[in-house]
């Protein structure tokens, strides 16, 4: 996180207020703030069962979300914590406390699954938090997750199967830590000690038959064997004499039973090596303003009546930050340049030389900082910028070349213009002479290093519009014969036809480089762009192994239930 964000204690981060999801703007000023990836822990769990405490440990803080002392629910809507990474340098952990389920004053259960599929979206690991052992009842009350596959989409065209899309779900979902506050059982099975991942297999297994009982019995189980293939369990004992819970957060740390700090250092150690920063569609690790993006995403899915879609949320996501990455290509391509060229440039190969050389960088920090370009929509449009940059850049070199030759030429020529006002060509021979000046004003102009692109074409207007002077000293000059006078026209003539082919083949010259220069772009976009596709191909291979891994997990679960019915 970087070093000025501090927040002393936790922020509203989606308020649940009358009934309706509302995101609270300075939250996301503050994920916004946060350029490094995020851990995000949610807990979710019925009201008064100590969610809180738990969070606040994992803060480091005694105090922070609220835990109150009565049947009431005080968590309202989402709230979140931003700390330090205590254990992965150069990582945030995003901690987010939901209001107790199943709170009695609020009526409404439909908030509740909302609440509980946010949780789920947005977090790298999801804590269920539930009081006792997992009996049917701890179990009838997680029947949120059974209805994950009513509250998410994982793609904006759901598959028929609810199966595939189930896969779809668990490539992306959080890491599952059910933990078990006021644990009194002995934890054995058939009179050998187990341990609580153990127990939780226990729990989860399913029941034989095919009448409604078993189906209610199995189908909670099911859910959660599917959508979170990662499981984790701790129970924690009480943590003092019920007489001394209501002031919690006020006790000693020596106040607390010994077993259960013990069972606390436990949870938070496992929480802080073993949970990964939140990861995307893509191998895409989310920061503060990803995170950011998801929760207005999500949030604006659910308020305008649709449910919230993890495939949405990426493209809108990459929408956001590939015209980031455009403007930061061009930006740095611009930065680039201001520092390497100096106009003008002796030819035009420099110049498109030190754009080719930039471009390149401009490109690779657009791929660097991209994702999801569908149809390389943003890699053209960052193209098309570089493409109208180096025009400019073009134009701007032949008019600083064009400004610098003009005053050159005005510096050297300007004394000559004088001795003909003067008259001092006005004589016999002094047409020759003039021509002879003429000739040496040209040699020195000509070794002035850096005209630019230009020189050529500024000398040939500039000596075009002294022809009239050239040719009434032609005239006038009384030394030549008529013959003579002639041969010098037709001399001139030739002399001029040369020039302009000259210049008609530097013209096609430029056209050609120009024409190289696009060509050279276009193969640099399509070079790195097949590079960036490798990596992502790569990547998917990694995911679709990973969702066939799933599947077939899925397929085993429920082949299992049907043998078992």
């Known amino acids: 996180m970087a070093s000025e964000i501090h927040m002393p204690g936790p922020v509203c981060l989606i308020e649940n207020t009358n009934g309706g999801l509302v995101v609270n703007q300075e939250a996301l000023k503050i994920l916004s703030a946060i350029t490094q990836p995020v851990v995000v822990v949610a807990i979710v769990g019925l009201y008064r069962t100590g969610k809180s405490f738990l969070m606040n440990k994992l803060a480091g803080k005694r105090k922070g979300f609220s835990l109150g002392s009565t049947v009431q629910s005080h968590t309202k809507g989402i709230w979140m914590w931003c700390v330090p990474h205590p254990q992965k340098p150069n990582h945030s952990l995003v901690l987010l406390d939901t209001e107790g389920l199943g709170d009695v004053e609020k009526g409404d259960n439909q908030n509740d699954s909302w609440i509980f599929a946010l949780a789920v979206l947005l977090s790298s690991t999801f804590v269920y938090n539930s009081m006792g052992t997992i009996n049917q009842q701890a179990m009838d009350q997680l029947h949120y997750v059974t209805e994950l596959t009513e509250r998410i989409r994982a793609k904006s065209s759901p598959s028929n199967s609810e199966l595939e899309d189930s896969a779809d779900f668990v490539s992306f979902f959080p890491t599952f830590v059910w933990t078990l506050r006021d644990f009194s059982l002995e934890l054995e099975a058939n009179g050998e000690p187990i341990t609580a991942d153990e127990y939780l297999e226990l729990s989860l297994k399913l029941k034989k038959g095919t009448?409604?009982?078993?189906?209610?019995?199995?189908?909670?189980?099911?859910?959660?064997?599917?959508?979170f293939p990662k499981k984790k369990c701790f129970i924690f004992d009480r943590p003092a004499p019920r007489k001394y819970l209501v002031q919690l957060e006020k006790l000693q740390e020596e106040d607390l039973d010994p077993e259960f700090r013990e069972q606390v250092a436990d949870f938070c150690s496992y929480i802080f090596s073993h949970s990964k920063a939140k990861t995307l569609s893509g191998g895409i690790i989310v920061n503060g303003p990803r995170l950011e993006s998801l929760v207005l995403t999500y949030v604006n899915a659910i308020s305008s009546g649709d449910l919230p879609c993890m495939e949405n949320a990426v493209l809108a996501l990459a929408q956001i930050e590939n015209s980031a990455a455009v403007q930061k290509a061009v930006a740095h391509y611009d930065q680039q340049m201001g520092q390497r060229v100096k106009l003008p440039t002796e030819t035009l190969q420099e110049l498109l030389d030190l754009h080719r050389a930039n471009e390149k960088e401009a490109i690779e920090v657009f791929m660097k900082n991209s994702f999801k370009?569908?149809?390389?929509?943003?890699?053209?449009?960052?193209?098309?910028?570089?493409?109208?940059?180096?025009?400019?850049?073009?134009?701007?070199?032949?008019?600083?070349?064009?400004?610098?030759?003009?005053?050159?030429?005005?510096?050297?020529?300007?004394?000559?213009?004088?001795?003909?006002?003067?008259?001092?060509?006005s004589k016999p021979g002094g047409y020759h002479l003039f021509i002879q000046k003429k000739q040496e004003l040209k040699n020195k102009y000509y070794q002035v290093p850096r005209k630019g692109i230009q020189a050529e074409d500024m000398l040939k207007k500039y000596l075009e519009s002294k022809e009239d002077v050239a040719d009434a000293l032609l005239r006038t000059d009384q030394s030549l014969s008529e013959k003579e006078k002639e041969i010098e026209v037709e001399r001139i003539k030739a002399e001029s036809a040369e020039a302009a082919t000259k210049m008609l083949e530097e013209m096609q010259k430029k056209n050609q480089q120009m024409m190289e220069q696009k060509e050279k772009s276009y193969q640099e976009h399509v070079k790195q762009l097949t590079e960036k596709m490798e990596r992502d191909r790569a990547q998917l291979l990694a995911e679709q192994e990973r969702t066939l891994a799933l599947k077939l997990q899925d397929k085993i679960s429920w082949n299992l239930s049907s043998l078992n019915h």
Not at 211 to 227: G, H, M, Q, Y
Not at 377 to 403: I, V, W, Y
């Open 211 to 227: 009448d409604e009982k078993s189906k209610s019995f199995n189908e909670p189980r099911l859910c959660i064997r599917k959508f």
């Open 373 to 425: 370009d569908v149809e390389q929509k943003f890699q053209k449009e960052l193209g098309a910028q570089l493409e109208a940059k180096r025009d400019d850049f073009c134009k701007q070199n032949m008019q600083a070349s064009s400004d610098r030759c003009m005053a050159l030429l005005q510096d050297i020529f300007g004394p000559l213009e004088e001795e003909v006002k003067q008259g001092a060509f």
